[in-house]
Nanobody, 122 residues
Framework: QVQPVESGGGLVQAGGSLRLSCSAT????????MGWFRQAPGKERQFVAA???????YYADSAKGRFTISTDNARTTMTLQMNGLKPDDTAVYYC????????????????WGQGTQVTVSS
């Protein structure tokens, strides 16, 4: 069974950039959709971005124009390039898979990673 592992988080100043990675241990991601979510303390898990097997991408309004999601051809690694970071982007970022096209709901995703912390200072 493929287990996602996130990496690339850290502390960055507002306006800075980070590149998150989600690597598939034990194989390749097989579901139709791969997605990124984030969860800040005391808040619900929130959709950030997703990419389908055919390369179609969709983003939360808060991520549009600043974040870019991509995968390698083998679908073993998914990345989230985050530019223009804001303090409101501070959260633990998770990757997961879904078989529901266009899904933005955590309940429709499975095989979650452990998350990587992103902290943006003002």
């Amino acid at each position: 069974q493929v287990q996602p592992v996130e990496s690339g988080g850290g502390l960055v100043q507002a306006g800075g950039s980070l590149r998150l990675s989600c690597s598939a241990t034990g194989g390749a991601f097989s579901s139709y959709v791969m997605g990124w979510f984030r969860q800040a303390p005391g808040k619900e898990r929130q959709f950030v971005a997703a990419i389908t097997r055919s390369g179609i991408t969709y983003y939360a309004d808060s991520a549009k124009g600043r974040f870019t999601i991509s995968t390698d051809n083998a679908r073993t690694t998914m990345t989230l390039q985050m530019n223009g970071l804001k303090p409101d982007d501070t959260a633990v970022y998770y990757c997961a898979e879904s078989d529901v096209d266009g899904s933005r709901y955590p309940v429709e995703y499975h095989d979650w990673g452990q998350g990587t912390q992103v902290t943006v200072s003002s």
